[in-house]
């Protein structure tokens, strides 16, 4: 018994060491992509986005988590939304949308990772006080130059299983600069068709925990549905936070009655 132990954890081992090289070896890849195309110095914004899907997908797959797109994901400007799982999600969204990142400013100054998002094109938010009319007005400034951005309102992860209240101070910026909400929601399903428990990351998991979980599991993919956006005019603020609540949690009924073969929660 001990020995089928050992053997289990030796495999254990080798599969995480795989799927960390395979990790290392995307970062390294995009690191040169983005020295190639000058992304350190000045990010090419207008090219950008389709450096970055290929690089999130990448990164996903080194955790063995494949992105399918249920419908085609127009790539189309605007104020991009989605449900929030998992760390994981970051990769996935990447992958299928056209948007770049949010980020708090200091994160920007971080070795590697604060490089990367730099020269990712990421829109580093300058709190200040703290006053989210502040983020908003940097968000729409953004937007109105001609350039997505996608966030997670929920503020919070989940267990994939249900959409959480939202949060909708930022869609003011989708008022301020007069584009349109963009939603899709994703969900992780095992090969078996139920829904993963090892991709997502909240409650009292570790970071350390969950990325253990996540280069254990196997054959999960990661589905996207794109849904029907919610143009802004003649709305305000609390008008688009209801909309795109139940929108968003319609969505998600409706992924997974699309992709699993048990019904979440059971």
């Not at 253990?212 to 956006?229: F, M, Q, R």
Request: with cysteine; glycine share 8%.
């Amino acid at each position: 018994m001990s020995h089928a132990r050992s053997s289990f954890s030796l495999r254990r081992q080798l599969s995480r060491g795989r799927q960390v090289a395979g990790m290392t070896t995307t970062m390294v890849g995009g690191i040169r992509a983005a020295k190639r195309i000058g992304a350190f110095k000045q990010p090419p914004r207008e090219t950008l986005p389709r450096y970055i899907q290929t690089f999130c997908r990448k990164m996903a797959g080194s955790f063995g988590v494949k992105v399918v797109e249920v419908e085609p994901v127009e790539q189309f400007h605007g104020l991009w939304v989605s449900n929030h799982v998992s760390w994981m999600d970051i990769p996935v969204v990447g992958t299928v949308s056209p948007a770049f990142f949010l980020s708090k400013a200091e994160i920007g100054e971080w070795p590697v990772f604060g490089k990367l998002a730099q020269a990712a094109g990421t829109l580093f938010i300058e709190r200040g006080s703290g006053d989210a009319s502040s983020v908003s007005a940097q968000i729409a400034d953004f937007l109105a130059k001609g350039f997505s951005i996608i966030f997670f309102p929920e503020a919070t992860t989940t267990s994939g299983q249900k959409v959480k209240r939202i949060h909708g101070t930022l869609l003011q910026a989708a008022i301020n600069a007069d584009v349109p909400i963009r939603p899709i929601v994703i969900a992780y399903v095992n090969k078996d068709g139920t829904l993963s428990d090892a991709l997502p990351y909240y409650g009292k998991m570790t970071m350390k925990d969950s990325m253990k979980k996540v280069l254990d599991s196997k054959n999960v993919t990661a589905y996207v549905l794109p849904l029907v956006p919610i143009d802004p005019e003649g709305r305000n603020k609390s008008e688009l936070t209801n909309l795109l609540q139940a929108r968003m949690q319609e969505g998600l009924t409706e992924l997974h009655s699309r992709v699993l073969t048990v019904p979440a929660g059971n």
